[in-house]
T-cell receptor
Framework: DAMVIQNPRYQVTQFGKPVTLSCSQTLNHNVMYWYQQKSSQAPKLLFHYYDKDFNNEADTPDNFQSRRPNTSFCFLDIRSPGLGDAAMYLC?????????????FGPGTRLTVT | KQEVTQIPAALSVPEGENLVLNCSFTDSAIYNLQWFRQDPGKGLTSLLLIQSSQREQTSGRLNASLDKSSGRSTLYIAASQPGDSATYLCAPEGGSSYKLIFGSGTRLLVRP
């Protein structure tokens, strides 16, 4: 019954060592989002895919990249993680970008940088 | 730039109380507003979506209202239960970016 799945749930990486987080969805939604949420803060949108069209937020660091090889999967790549990148990373989907559609979130991946 | 404020930041109530969580936003040109629940260390669960043309939405013991012109939304929880303990976030969506802008949330504790 799971709709938005994130793997792994917990990820530990070393400072500067590239890491990839995975998101998959069974909803066949057109839009997939990646958010970063630091402790006790609001989720912050990093970027989203509308179908194959990648939309980056202006203040997302270059260190963060994303790939969407097909409708079901989307990846978040952090090229050189710093201590400040430790956070919960949330993936979300919606049927379309129009306002009538809800966003559905996965359980998140908690990233620790040592 | 949209800014979202949620008051109070934390709330502790005894079981059975009715309570109201407040959300205010600075840009009233929104398309909709979503309320979410987040349990510790978990993702977000959508509770209610209010379109800009609507004034309120109800789901079970939850009722959310929206006053676009004044930039306010409230989430009313009736007959609160310990299982309602979580952080509640509001997120209006607006403008051309189709973006949700989140508040920092209200952390709710319902005491048995």
């Amino acid at each position: 019954d799971a709709m938005v799945i994130q793997n792994p749930r917990y990820q530990v990486t070393q400072f500067g060592k590239p890491v990839t987080l995975s998101c998959s969805q069974t909803l066949n939604h057109n839009v997939m989002y990646w958010y970063q949420q630091k402790s006790s803060q609001a989720p912050k949108l990093l970027f989203h895919y509308y179908d194959k069209d990648f939309n980056n937020e202006a203040d997302t660091p270059d260190n963060f990249q994303s790939r969407r090889p097909n409708t079901s999967f989307c990846f978040l790549d952090i090229r050189s993680p710093g201590l400040g990148d430790a956070a919960m990373y949330l993936c979300a989907t919606s049927r379309d970008r129009r306002a009538t559609y809800e966003q559905y979130f996965g359980p998140g991946t908690r990233l620790t940088v040592t | 730039k949209q800014e979202v404020t949620q008051i109070p930041a934390a709330l502790s109530v005894p079981e059975g109380e009715n309570l109201v969580l407040n959300c205010s936003f600075t840009d009233s040109a929104i398309y909709n507003l979503q309320w979410f629940r987040q349990d510790p260390g978990k993702g977000l669960t959508s509770l209610l979506l209010i379109q800009s043309s609507q004034r309120e939405q109800t789901s079970g013991r939850l009722n959310a209202s929206l006053d676009k012109s004044s930039g306010r939304s409230t989430l009313y929880i009736a007959a609160s239960q310990p299982g309602d303990s979580a952080t509640y976030l509001c997120a209006p969506e607006g403008g051309s970016s189709y973006k949700l802008i989140f508040g920092s949330g209200t952390r709710l504790l319902v005491r048995p």
